[in-house]
């Protein structure tokens, strides 16, 4: 139903006939590349800490965007820009800045504020706003699609060649370090392909609903196996039927998509571990004989 | 190490550092908080470059990367680590450093599995990092120091956080490590009593100077009283083994 008024022929347009129509096809295509992509950025994203950082990095990107608008260049293209000079940004100030929740909050802030100066100089479009606040998978247009074909490619394919490195540098930098790996450097990669999947993302959920799609899959699958390559194909799988479910349920009901897809990731995120508790017991007793028995 | 002097910016740590570490010998690193303790296990890593001097370990030059050295460093972060299970985080000590993804494959698991048995940690080997005892935890980080088959084995405060029994335990697992694979240990701490028994020898960091000397030669009332800054006692009992204690 939601779908339904978006389209023009609402006689015609019901139920899973709609996921026919061109733009529930870019949004599939879409949310589905963002979801394959933010299982393993989501993995690092806590591994390393950063789950604020997406968040600070999400909302720099809002005057990237409001300001491309602004200068008649389309916001997808604002939003990368911004973004990944924040996630740089994030990584140049190094472990200082990770503790420092108040600096990367005041930069959120300054940052939102520019945003909306942006958006009130240029077209003061209230639905670019909605839209880059709690997205709008609906509006994704086919070279938008293809852009983000290419983002998630470079990637995934970026990560496939420094995964266990980048594993290493995150749960062991000290040790990593001195076995000779650069730290900063694969630091500075990650942060940039972090930032490129935001970008992309915020196009789905928005600046505000970020964490439903980068952070509260992985942190779900996380709970549920410690096996590194499990937990991003498991956040990557919860993070897919977040957004294909969100789209489907958006065909039926009066509800938008963005409230969908963070609704089942976050039910995800209460039910899935306690379900894999009920199922086997085995993991708590068993940490606790070990640790009595040391 | 011939007069070696390190800086940390402008600020001068230590200098005047000339000694040499026998190879083979199971040495203490002491000295007060910021005294340079972990400015040397850096050093000899090749994490940071001496402002004079030169230093050679096992024959070479410091260089990072070499495999040669296992470190344990002061505190593994449990929110980094503690996800993973201990014996992909040993397994990391060795496919860390390759690219790809993935810690499988047989040969990999032969590996981490001959390291684990090493320190005794086969039966906790498949839990997460942050569900083991803190004791358990130090054998991990050796285990993954060990993956390497290093000739020296670099310990930065490993006894930090561990009760009595713990620290002992290590200790003592160290000190087979040391005596049985003829591994040489520098093992940095801020406590000498659990180490007494087992140490040849010690480097003591006070004044500015890291110092090299013997147990016998330079444990004694005067040395300790320098190095904690308040009166420390000596004793000698039957068996050859010397306890501090400060009064």
């Known amino acids: 139903m939601f779908i339904a008024t978006l389209v023009s022929d609402q006689e015609a347009a019901s139920g899973l006939e709609l996921l026919n129509t061109p733009f529930m096809i870019n949004a599939l295509i879409a949310g589905t590349l963002i979801a394959l992509a933010s299982g393993a950025i989501g993995y690092f994203v806590l591994l390393r800490d950063l789950p604020f950082a997406t968040h600070a990095v999400a909302h720099i990107g809002f005057p990237g965007a409001t300001l491309a608008v602004l200068l008649g260049v389309s916001a997808v293209f604002g939003l990368i820009a911004a973004c990944t000079i924040g996630g740089l940004a994030i990584g140049a100030m190094g472990h200082r800045a990770r503790n420092r929740e108040v600096v990367t909050g005041t930069v959120l802030a300054f940052a939102t504020g520019l945003g909306i100066l942006f958006n009130s100089l240029g077209s003061a479009q209230t639905n670019l706003l909605t839209n880059l606040l709690f997205g709008n998978i609906l509006a994704i247009t086919t070279d938008q699609v293809v852009v983000f074909a290419v983002i998630v490619a470079i990637v995934l394919a970026v990560l496939a060649l420094i995964g266990r490195k980048l594993l290493f540098a995150s749960v062991d930098p000290d040790v990593a370090a001195a076995r000779g790996l650069n730290t900063r450097a694969l630091s500075a990669v990650f942060l940039v392909a972090m930032s490129l999947i935001i970008a992309i993302s915020v196009t789905v959920v928005g600046v505000l609903l970020i964490f439903a799609l980068l952070v509260t899959p992985a942190a779900t699958a996380i709970r549920l196996t410690a096996k590194p390559t499990l937990v991003v194909a498991l956040a990557s799988v919860i993070a897919l039927v977040s957004v294909w479910g969100g789209l489907i349920v958006a065909t039926y009901q009066p509800w938008p998509p963005s409230f969908v897809i963070t609704t089942i990731a976050c039910v995800f995120w209460v039910l899935l571990p306690q379900l894999a508790r009920l199922r086997g017991p085995v993991a708590a007793p068993q940490i606790a004989t070990q640790t009595a028995s040391s | ?247």
């Open chain 2, 1 to 247: 190490m011939h007069d070696v002097a390190v800086h940390r910016g402008k600020r001068l740590i230590w200098s005047n550092a000339t000694f040499d570490v026998p190879v083979g010998s199971f040495t203490a690193v002491i000295g007060p908080n910021g005294s340079g303790k972990s400015t040397l296990v850096n050093l000899l890593l090749g994490g940071i470059k001496p402002s004079t001097g030169s230093i050679d370990v096992l024959g070479a030059p410091t260089r990072t990367g070499n495999p040669e050295i296992g470190l344990v460093p002061q505190n593994h972060s449990l929110a980094h680590a503690g996800s993973i299970l201990c014996r992909d985080l040993v397994a990391l000590g060795l496919a860390g450093t390759r690219w790809g993804v993935g810690l499988h494959g047989r040969d990999l698991a032969a590996t981490v599995d001959e390291a684990l048995a090493a320190v005794d940690a086969q039966s906790f080997g498949h839990l997460r990092f942050g569900e083991v005892s803190g004791g358990q935890q130090q054998r991990i980080s050796i285990a993954q120091a060990l993956i390497t088959k290093p000739r020296m084995l670099l310990l930065d405060e490993p006894l930090s956080g561990l009760d009595l029994a713990g620290q002992v335990d290590i200790v003592e697992l160290v000190h087979h490590i040391n005596h049985e694979r003829g591994v040489t240990v520098l093992f940095v701490t801020h406590d000498l009593n659990p180490l007494l028994a087992h140490i040849d020898s010690l480097i003591y960091l006070i004044d500015g100077t890291p110092e090299f000397g013997m147990v016998d030669d330079v444990v004694d009332s005067g040395l300790l009283t320098r190095l904690y800054g308040t009166p420390v006692q000596v004793t000698r009992s039957a068996d050859g083994c010397v306890f501090t204690r400060t009064e």
